[in-house]
């Protein structure tokens, strides 16, 4: 929401002053809508060799530590991995800017350019990747 204002018209009252007349505030509504995708690999529940938790010395076969199994996460976890997806729409019901003819704020088109600009409802999509 922006403040309303006043703005002085070309036009003077009979008086001799500029006449000046009050802009009334408009509500604009935004929306934005973010998910980050973070995948990790599966833990496996088998005990770590040389670690134990009742502090016992392991021995044996059980010391060696195993052959490690590569893990490979599908194409598109890969790509999507550690990223951000955001998608969101400015001036959500397309409502116009307050009308502003006078010399201060106003413009050709009829707003005060300074706070609003034409571009009406907008909708974007923003992918941030953390490499």
Request: contains cysteine.
């Given at each position: 929401?922006?403040?309303?204002?006043?703005?002085?018209?070309?036009?003077?009252?009979f008086?001799g002053?500029?006449?000046?007349?009050?802009?009334?505030?408009?509500?604009?509504?935004?929306?934005?809508?973010?998910?980050?995708?973070?995948?990790?690999?599966?833990?496996?529940?088998?005990?770590?060799?040389?670690?134990?938790?009742?502090?016992?010395?392991?021995?044996?076969?059980?010391?060696?530590?195993?052959?490690?199994?590569?893990?490979?996460?599908?194409?598109?976890?890969?790509?999507?991995?550690?990223?951000?997806?955001?998608?969101?729409?400015?001036?959500?019901?397309?409502?116009?800017?307050?009308?502003?003819?006078?010399?201060?704020?106003?413009?050709?088109?009829?707003?005060?350019?300074?706070l609003?600009?034409?571009l009406?409802?907008?909708?974007?999509v923003?992918?941030?990747?953390?490499?």
């Amino acid at each position: 929401m922006v403040d309303g204002f006043r703005e002085q018209l070309y036009a003077k009252q009979f008086d001799g002053f500029w006449k000046q007349h009050w802009v009334h505030p408009t509500w604009f509504t935004d929306a934005q809508l973010s998910y980050s995708l973070i995948f990790t690999p599966p833990v496996e529940a088998a005990p770590v060799p040389g670690y134990s938790k009742g502090g016992k010395e392991v021995v044996g076969k059980e010391k060696e530590a195993p052959p490690t199994v590569a893990y490979s996460m599908p194409c598109w976890k890969t790509i999507l991995n550690n990223s951000t997806i955001t998608v969101g729409v400015n001036n959500v019901f397309g409502e116009d800017p307050p009308k502003s003819f006078g010399f201060e704020f106003g413009n050709s088109v009829g707003y005060p350019g300074s706070l609003y600009d034409d571009l009406g409802r907008f909708w974007y999509v923003r992918l941030i990747k953390k490499f």
